[in-house]
């Protein structure tokens, strides 16, 4: 695999739509995806849908905003994990990409 593409910082596909007007050094253009998805609309209105969990021994129901927040919390652990193993096998991607 070509991980010095893989993991640049620079995003992937046509980038034209996504151009920030203002470079902010206080968040990583990661941050601010981040920030689009959870203040969206779309988002929130998976407050309403339940997620069933069948033959559930308490009483505690998840609906599927809970669950998405509960999955990318597990899914950016393992990325950071994965990333870790990456640059301990790869070191000079560290110097390449300012990753730490």
Do not use: C
């Amino acid at each position: 695999m070509k991980w010095e593409q893989l993991l640049s910082l620079k995003k992937q596909g046509d980038t034209s739509k996504r151009i920030r007007k203002e470079e902010d050094d206080t968040r990583l253009g990661f941050e601010v995806d981040y920030d689009r998805i959870i203040f969206s609309s779309a988002f929130r209105s998976l407050q309403d849908k339940t997620q069933v969990i069948p033959l559930s021994k308490t009483d505690f129901v998840h609906n599927r905003l809970t669950h998405s927040l509960e999955v990318s919390v597990v899914g950016r652990s393992l990325g950071r994990l994965v990333g870790k193993k990456i640059i301990q096998k790869y070191p000079y991607l560290s110097e390449i990409h300012g990753y730490q």
